[in-house]
């Protein structure tokens, strides 16, 4: 694993690859397994970033198996939609990477469905996303999911009681439940898979610290974190290529177990190459990741059979 970059992927040709997001680490991903050889379904919300995403890869790879399709993250009708495209189009999907994301915008949004915005793009949405695609999953060549978190997750806790921060808006500890939960499902969604035989590998990631879009979308250049993204970008800051190394690590190598969790090597696991990660204790928590399961089935109605 030392030292692991894209020129160690193996050839993925023959293998079919759904990422959500169109830019950085989502594009990163996307042009990395389309070089080896995959199919690669780029989902996101807006056409004419994920259509550049596109073209921006066959100018790279010319004889590149890429296209885009839409999917709001922050619409389970989208979501739905989405799913049942696929479904009818295709008889499998060897991976899936659940990873776009929103961060920290300053005051409280909601989605269509009435979540509030990072719960509900960065986690829920996936929830349904995955439970969507489960068939097609199941029916895929060593099929793997695979969850993207953040460092952030240290500092996340799954507060039930305002889940949907209605009485307490603080965008940073949002995100941070946010990508604890995405975490969790990561793990829950590898035990769920076990006791019903579904076959899948379900394995974490995070990307350190990287320059990718979040802060701009997010909370703003002139947001403390912005701030900080400015002036130390260059020291602290890996490039989105390099933070999409752990996800792509996840999705391709052949010694990544199931259940596994994935991030940068150096620097309290801020940047590097990939290596095995050190989830938060909270994310180990399987009482509260069962709960969360039954919480977000209820919440997004969607359901993993």
């Not at 992927?9 to 959500?20: L, M, N, P, W």
């Not at 190459?273 to 989830?279: S, Y």
Request: proline residues 5%.
């Amino acid at each position: 694993m030392a030292g692991w970059n894209t020129s160690d992927i193996s050839s993925q040709s023959g293998r079919s690859a759904v990422i959500t997001g169109t830019g950085g680490l989502g594009f990163q991903s996307a042009l990395a397994l389309a070089r080896a050889g995959a199919h690669v379904i780029i989902a996101g919300r807006k056409p004419s970033k994920g259509n550049h995403a596109v073209a921006q890869i066959r100018q790279s790879v010319p004889d590149a198996s890429v296209r885009f399709e839409l999917l709001d993250l922050a619409s389970l009708e989208s979501v739905a939609a989405f799913g049942a495209r696929l479904r009818a189009e295709r008889d499998s999907i060897d991976l899936l990477i659940n990873n776009a994301a929103v961060m920290t915008p300053p005051k409280r949004q909601v989605t269509s469905d009435g979540f509030e915005l990072q719960l509900g793009t960065n986690y829920l949405g996936h929830f349904a996303l995955t439970a969507h695609l489960l068939p097609l999953l199941r029916k895929g060549k060593n099929p793997r999911v695979v969850t993207v978190s953040s460092i952030a997750a240290r500092n996340g806790a799954i507060n039930f009681e305002d889940l949907q921060a209605e009485h307490r808006y603080r965008a940073l500890a949002v995100y941070s439940q946010s990508k604890l939960a995405c975490l969790m499902f990561s793990y829950e969604l590898q035990r769920q898979s076990d006791a019903a035989a579904w076959g899948l590998a379900s394995i974490g990631a995070h990307p350190g610290l990287s320059r990718t879009d979040l802060v701009a979308n997010g909370a703003g250049w002139f947001s403390a974190f912005g701030v900080i993204r400015l002036l130390f970008a260059k020291i602290l800051f890996q490039s989105a290529s390099q933070g999409a190394l752990p996800t792509l690590y996840a999705a391709t190598s052949p010694n990544v177990g199931p259940g596994t969790y994935h991030g940068p090597d150096t620097f309290n696991e801020m940047r590097g190459a990939p290596t095995i990660a050190k989830p938060p204790l909270q994310a180990l928590d399987t009482n509260v990741a069962k709960r969360l399961w039954e919480v977000s089935g209820k919440l997004t109605g969607a359901r993993f059979e």
